[in-house]
């Protein structure tokens, strides 16, 4: 059985807002000062091109999941599973395994928008992993592995009932059918298609998304 805790205090922890021209200095004087971004999430390659990406638009408005959780006071909702599961103290524990090593560094800027979509979703499908070990953590379980350190599944841990599960996570997201029409509407092009469950959101009077309210082409397949 692994152990882990307790989580280290850190800058990264203390939640606060930021106006959109602050974002990328304050996550450089944050990342100087927390090891879970500069080792982990953001090391020096990936920071290089989440910069280069801060400074090109592109027409999915596709933007970095770090700066946009800094701006929006969430970051901590990252980088605490990291601090918790995959350090001690302040450093990066010797057993985080190669593969996660490459997989949780945000790199997903290359290609069109729908290979950005791709990167994208596999990134965040092993970020989702520690936060619901951190969710099951926060629920009183008890989390005894993790696949990121070797284990065989995702996570294993123990109820508070002493049950033990073998837990794999997935991180549906949204497809690339969804996306591409989501794509469409940005562009100002009109398409249609049906939207997958998991896309669904809650419709607006108007039948439109919230997010798609100039167009008249895309309509929820729920919608009344
Ligand atoms: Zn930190």
């Known amino acids: 059985m692994t152990t882990f805790g307790p989580t280290a205090d850190c800058a990264c922890l203390k939640g606060r807002e930021y106006r959109p021209e602050e974002v990328v200095p304050a996550f450089a004087d944050l990342r100087n000062e927390c090891a879970a971004l500069r080792e982990v999430l953001a090391p020096d390659d990936s920071w290089s091109s989440i910069i280069a990406d801060a400074e090109n638009p592109n027409a999915a408005a596709h933007r970095s999941y770090l700066l946009l959780a800094l701006q929006r006071g969430c970051l901590d909702r990252v980088t ?3 601090h918790r599961f995959l350090m001690r103290s302040h450093e990066v524990r010797s057993d985080l395994t190669n593969q996660y090593r490459q997989d949780l560094p945000e790199r997903w800027f290359k290609g069109d928008e729908v290979e950005r979509h791709q990167r994208f979703r596999r990134l965040f499908g092993k970020i ?3 936060q619901v070990a951190q969710w099951l953590t926060d629920l009183g379980w008890t989390v005894t ?3 990121a350190l070797g284990h065989r599944c995702d996570i294993a841990a123990r109820s508070p009932q002493e049950s033990s599960f073998s837990i794999e996570v997935k991180y549906l997201g ?3 059918d969804d996306f591409r029409l989501v ?3 940005m562009r100002g092009i009109r398409s249609s298609g049906w939207f997958g469950p998991y896309a669904a959101r809650v419709p607006r009077r108007d039948g439109l ?3 798609n309210s100039r167009s008249t082409s895309i309509r929820l397949p729920l919608s009344s």
């Open 80 to 82: 605490r599973p990291v």
């Open 128 to 130: 989702v992993e520690l």
């Open 145 to 147: 592995d993790l696949e």
């Open 174 to 176: 949204q497809t690339d």
């Open 183 to 185: 794509l469409d509407s």
């Open 209 to 211: 998304t919230p997010w």
